[in-house]
């Protein structure tokens, strides 16, 4: 069998291999940076979505602390019970009137 004689590529090819090359590589780049789902832009978009939703989170189970606090408040804390009925229900004790003495508007 006869040797294949080693072509070598001429200054033009070389040139054009090179540019399609580095075509090839910043295509390739952009496309990690910006594909749909999985590209860097998607993961920094998720990862500050993952970040506040975790701020929510806690914000929530704070809340809920507090909830639960109210609500242990309400069932063993009758004086409690009874400001909040007053406060937020108007509801009064036997007997009780309420005297509204603000100024009437239009008179």
Do not use: C
């Not at 090179?18 to 090839?24: C, G, K, N």
């Not at 998607?42 to 704070?62: D, F, G, I, T």
């Amino acid at each position: 069998m006869k040797k294949q004689p080693i072509k070598h590529l001429t200054p033009l090819q070389k040139v054009r291999l090179i540019r399609i090359t580095v075509l090839l590589a910043a295509l390739a780049l952009v496309w990690l940076v910006f594909a749909p789902g999985s590209g860097l832009w998607s993961l920094l978009r998720q990862h500050s979505r993952l970040v506040e939703l975790e701020r929510k989170a806690v914000q929530l189970e704070q809340d809920n602390k507090e909830l639960e606090k109210e609500i242990s408040r309400l069932k063993n804390d009758p004086s409690y019970l009874e400001e909040v009925a007053r406060r937020e229900h108007g509801l009064l004790k036997k007997n009780e009137y309420i005297y509204d003495f603000s100024q009437q508007k239009g008179k």
